[in-house]
């Protein structure tokens, strides 16, 4: 079993910054990956950005350049640096945690991210 916790949501205006943390207790080191999923209202929850084993870095599109993701050593907590925020932003961002040698994720509660125009 791993629990995640995620902090740091919050309202921003348009252009402003947020950083995102998320920390894994219990079994964690069963976890291969870690990553951040939003979703908007109506809309289906999408991938913002993984980190495998701490090191390899994936993100989507939308989002190159503007946010990064990071972890510990400890494979415990994983970050996203939000920066250059825009309305389209807005959701709700969990945190997830991938099991080795499997395709099953824990999920977080998720925490609100509203960004205003």
């Known amino acids: 079993q791993v629990q995640l916790v995620e902090s740091g949501g919050g309202l921003v205006q348009a252009g402003g910054s947020l950083r995102l943390s998320c920390v894994a207790s219990g079994s964690i080191f069963s976890i291969n990956a870690m990553g951040w999923y939003r979703q908007a209202p109506g809309k289906q929850r999408e991938l913002v950005a993984t980190i495998t084993r701490g090191t390899w870095t994936n993100y989507a599109d939308s989002v190159k350049g503007r946010f990064t993701i990071s972890g510990n050593n400890a494979n415990n907590m994983v970050f996203l640096q939000m920066n250059s925020l825009k309305p389209g932003d807005t959701a709700v961002y969990y945190c997830?945690?991938?099991?080795?040698?499997?395709?099953?994720?824990?999920w977080g509660q998720g925490t609100q991210v509203t960004v205003s125009s």
């Open positions: 997830n945690a991938v099991i080795i040698g499997t395709n099953f994720a824990y």
